[in-house]
């Protein structure tokens, strides 16, 4: 594994991660800070009936229910959860509602063609603004903030990759309206950057939001319009039109899978995706003195473009949280609780908050956590549905599941309810992938790939030159390496 110096100030690293909250359903920052409390919903119990049973409450279950009832109020739509709603990704991510397609433009286009792909980017545009919509129609709390997000370079390689991107997208059909190139002395609008700083992209297309209170308020309102949400209820069993629990089932015309990273737990599941963990760490909330020596504009998202590379916000309530710079991936268990937290990524993201922002560098550091990503073989999300069998699938969403989940929702209702409307020939619907490779060589991949992509960090911050040995797992890579 990369190994990195320990950084000199500040007791947190030395000290270790934060020790992780004693309820097991609020390890991470958001689900930590939820008001109204975790305390679960009913369990499923004997034999149900519905007309759409969901499997899965995190955003990809969630956002179909609430369309589905949106759309058809005499709908019954059941909703069952292994946890509680919000517990997976959806309560552990970044906190960005961000821009940029699940998956490879190319791999989408080769199957749909250009015009698909570039009907797709401006409809994740369209999705950060619908999420603000609902928000706000639905008085849901979750610091929802649209106020864009810089991605910035400190090495000549990585100003290489950020100019790259830029010229891509705009091939695609966005204008400078939508993404452009910032200098250094215009980064500072936005956030002092760190030191080196060489450029940027910016673009507006971008929220802020506490992701677990977006999870946890979209179940409330789902409830309101009259899903039925059963918590702590794991399907052992899901087909057509038939959902297995541990102390019941649903029968039901159509069933939904939206069980993300946790569908490998399924028997016969387990190739489906590669389960990968991004780590966060959270700052205690830092003085408005701090904020204005930052010049952090609120709602304001931040990253870095290296090959491990790493992300910021500003939360609601005033702390820097870091998240990325990879994680190791574990072979006997991929999915678990004991992959929430990991010392030498908490010493890399410590590192990182230092370096990045001088300003808070003896700061406390308060929470460390995490959350799995389901990563399809070829990184690229899918929606299906199938009506003879009635089942359907929302997901693979691989990193961009705040936005995707809200598109697939859209698109799952259509899908369902037989509409043929512009969602329903987005590339990604019917979109299949093979496979990842049996065990032992995906986690043998798996390690090839963190220590190839840390190599090549450090070795373009030594020479200020590509790395090309990126190339040998590109692969591998997700869109954009």
């Known amino acids: 594994m990369f190994r990195v110096d320990r950084p000199s100030s500040g007791p947190d690293v030395a000290a270790g991660p934060p020790p992780p909250p004693e309820n097991p359903w609020a390890r991470s920052l958001w689900l930590d800070g939820v008001v109204q409390g975790l305390t679960p919903r009913e369990q499923l119990s004997g034999d149900h009936t519905c007309d759409v049973a969901i499997v899965g409450a995190g955003f990809g279950g969630l956002w179909t ?20 709603a919000g517990y997976g990704a959806a309560g552990r991510n970044g906190g960005f509602v961000s821009s940029g397609i699940a998956g490879s433009g190319a791999r989408y286009a080769r199957r749909n063609g250009w015009d698909s792909v570039h009907r797709a980017e401006r409809e994740v545009l369209h999705g950060i603004d619908e999420i603000g919509r609902v928000v706000s ?26 100019r790259a991107r830029i010229e891509a997208k705009h091939r695609s059909g966005l204008g400078a309206e939508d993404i452009r190139f910032l200098n250094p002395d ?31 308020g979209l179940a409330d309102v789902c409830e309101r319009l009259g899903v ?11 087909g057509p039109r038939l959902v297995q629990c541990r102390n019941g089932r649903i029968s039901a015309e ?14 016969g599941q387990r190739r489906k995706f590669l389960p990968l963990y991004s780590l966060l760490i959270a700052t205690e909330p830092l003085p408005q003195e701090t904020w204005d020596e930052l010049g952090w504009r609120d709602g304001i998202g931040y990253s870095d473009i290296g090959h491990l590379f790493y992300y910021a916000q500003r939360s609601l309530d005033g702390r820097i949280v870091v998240g990325g710079r990879g994680a190791p991936y574990r072979l006997t268990k991929p999915v678990s609780p004991e992959n929430e937290q990991n010392a030498h990524v908490y010493e890399r993201l410590v590192q990182t908050l230092h370096e990045a922002f ?29 009506r003879d069998s009635g089942l359907g699938f929302v997901g693979a969403f691989g990193g961009h599941g705040v936005t995707a989940s809200n598109i697939s929702g859209r698109t799952m209702r259509d899908l369902i309810l037989g509409h043929d409307t512009d969602l329903t020939s987005l590339p990604w619907v019917g979109h299949h992938t093979r496979n990842w490779e049996p065990e032992p060589l995906r986690f043998i991949a798996s390690m090839a790939i963190h220590k190839t992509l840390a190599s090549a960090d450090a070795y373009e911050e030594r020479t200020g030159k590509p790395a090309k040995r990126v190339r040998l797992v590109a692969p591998f890579l997700p869109p954009g390496h």
Request: hydrophobic share 35%.
């Open 65 to 84: 229910a609430y369309y589905l009832k949106k759309a058809d109020p005499s709908l019954r739509v059941t909703v069952v959860e292994a946890e509680i």
């Open 137 to 162: 129609l639905e008085g849901i709390d979750c610091g929802y903030n649209k106020a864009g997000a810089l991605t910035v370079a400190t090495t000549e390689p990585q100003l290489q990759r950020v």
């Open 186 to 216: 215009e980064c500072t609008e936005f956030l002092r950057g760190p030191e080196g700083l060489l450029g940027a992209s910016y673009t507006p297309h971008c929220a802020r939001v506490d992701p677990a209170r977006l999870a946890r």
């Open 228 to 238: 039925k949400i059963y918590e702590q209820s794991p399907a052992e069993h899901l």
């Open 254 to 267: 159509v069933v939904v899978r939206a069980t993300e990273s946790y569908t490998i737990r399924e028997r």
């Open 358 to 386: 001088p300003a808070v560098a003896q700061a406390r550091i308060t929470h460390h956590w995490g959350g799995s990503l389901a990563v399809p073989r070829d990184w690229c999300m899918r929606t299906t549905f199938d």
